[in-house]
C-alpha cells in the first residue's frame, strides 16, 4: 500500500488565466482511488493509464464517518474536476468496508481479482463524479478476507498474464495468494506487521529493542533460524528481553532479531505458498526488501513488482470494465 | 501475583486510646512486601507466619522513580511502626529490578529459589526499618529472567518438600520452572498474557472480541487444538477477524477461542513441561483455571497452589534467613 501522505497539489495542476479564472490544466480521462485504513491517494488518469496528477492525506477510513467520505474526496480531486462533464471515479480498499463510505459486499475466490461483479455504485450528491468502489475477496474456509489487494493483483496479473503461482503482500496484514489460469484460487493472511508494531512498541521487549538503526545479519539469523522452526518463534520472544538484561544485548541487534523472527515465522507457516512454486512480492518499503533477502537466501527466485504500478494497473483494469 | 489493589486500612489496625493517642494495635514481627510492576501489597507478619494486617496500592515499580519508593512503602506501613525498635522489612519482585528501588542482581540457576545470597540490603532514611530485597534468577542458556516467583517457588517448596516436578506460574509472562532436589535447576518464560492483552485490545482483532462474558467450549476447543498444532496458532489469528466479518462470530466466543488458542499454544510448546512430569500450578486467579482446565482435559493431574499462600510463605522463608 501507498504509505508517503502527500497533501500538496503540484503547482503544475492549475493556472489563472488572463480574465482571473482559475483554469484546469489536469484534465483526467478518470480518477483513481486507493482509500485504505490510515491513508488516502488519488490519481489523475489519462486514457492511456497515465498518471496525470496525484493527490493524498491521512484521512484514512479509520478516522471518517460515511459522511464524511464525500467531502474529503472533493477536497482532494477539486481542481480536476469540470463543470461540463462526469468524470467516472474508481475507489478501492478500506472505503469499502462495512465501516466505510458504502459496503461493497466480498467476492468469494476462486474468481477474477477484479470484475464488473459487485462493483458498488455510490451516489454521490456532486454530479460531476460517478464513484465506483471495488469489492474485496473472502474465502470460506479457512475464512479470510482481503480488501485493496485485490487490485494490485489485477493489476500485476495484467502485466504477467500467464503467471501461475504465489504472489505475496507484505505488510500490516500480509497476504500469500495462489494464483492459477488467472484467477485467485485461495489465500491466506499474516498478521505479522502488526504483531511486530505491538511487540516492539508496547510489550515488555520495548525496554530492549531500539526504533533506530538495522543489524542486517541479525534479521538475517533470525529469520532463517524462524523459517525451519515456526513452532519455536513465540516461545523464544521473551529470550530477548532476557539476553538484554543479562547480556546488554545492542538494541538494534535485538529489533532486527525480533523482526527476523517474526517475518521467519510467517515464512516457515507459509512454506506450501513458496517452497515449490514461483513468487512474486508486491511491496514498495523495505519491509518487502526484508521478505525477499530471506527468500533469496533460502534458494528461492523472487520477482519484486512495485506496489504504486500495481495499483494503478489495476484500477485501470477496473476503469475499462 | 495478587492483583487486586486495595488502598484501605483496616479499621482494626489501630485505634485512639482515653488520652486521645493513636496505639498501634498491629505490632507485626516483621513486614513482608510483594512490589510487582503495577501493584504493590504489604503484609505485616508475626513471628509464627500468619497475617496480622494487610495494606496495597496500585503505586508499582513501573510508576516510581528510585527516590519514590521509601515515602511510598512508610505511607502504607506506618501504623506498624514503633520507635524503639527496628522491624525487617523483606521484599520481592520488580523493586529489585535495574528500573527498581534497588538492584538485586539475578542467582543463576541451578539454585535454591531463595537464599541468603544476593539477599540486597538497602539502607533507609528512616531507620525504624530494616530493609531487604530479594533477587531473583536467572538462566544462562536460553537466557530466561524472573522476579517474585521465586518467592512463590520457595514458598510452594517449604510447603511441599519433597516435591519433584514442574511448577507452572500463569500470568502476564508466564513460568515453567522445573524443581529437582529442592533446586530450581530451569525454566521457560512465555509472553502469552501480554500477547492476549495486546491483541484482544489493541490489534485489529479488537473489533472482533468482546471484553465481557466467556465461551467455556470455545475457549477449550481452541485450547486443545493449538496444543496440538503449536505450529498452526500464529497463522490462524486472522481467522478470528474474518470469520467475525463473513459468519457474524460472536464476539464472546471470538475472545473465548483467542484465549484458547494462546494458552493452547504456550500448552504444546510448553509440552516438555508437563508430559511425563508431575505439575504444580500457582496462581490465584481465573487465568491458573483456564490452564488447569486445559491440562486436566489432556489427562494430566495438577495441583493447584494460592498464588497469596505461596508468597506469603517465600517470604517467611526469607524472613528466618
Redesign the interface.
Known sequence: MIKSPNTELSPSDHETNFQGNVVNLVQPNWIGVDWGTTNVRVFAMSSDGRVLAENGSNKGMGSLAPGDFEAVLLDLIQLWLSEDKVIPVIACGMVGA?QGWKEAE?RLVPCLPVSDQGLMVVNTRDKRISLHILPGL???D????MRGEETQLAGFMKMNPRFQGTVCLPGT?SKWVSISGQLVTGF????TG??FS??SN???LRHSVNSEGWDVSAFLDAALKSVEN??????????L???S???NVDPVTARSTLSGMLIG??L???ADFWKKQTVALIGANEIASLYADTLVELGIDVEMIDAKEAILSGLSCAAKL
Not at 142 to 145: A, C, E, G, I
Not at 230 to 239: C, G
Open positions: 462495512r466480498y473472502s474465502q470460506r479457512p475464512s479470510d478476507v496484514h491466506k493472511t499474516f498478521m502488526e504483531l505491538l511487540l508496547q510489550s515488555i515456526p513452532d519455536k518463534t513465540m516461545s523464544e520472544l521473551f529470550n528481553r532476557a539476553s538484561l543479562l547480556q515465522q510467517e516457515g507457516m507459509a
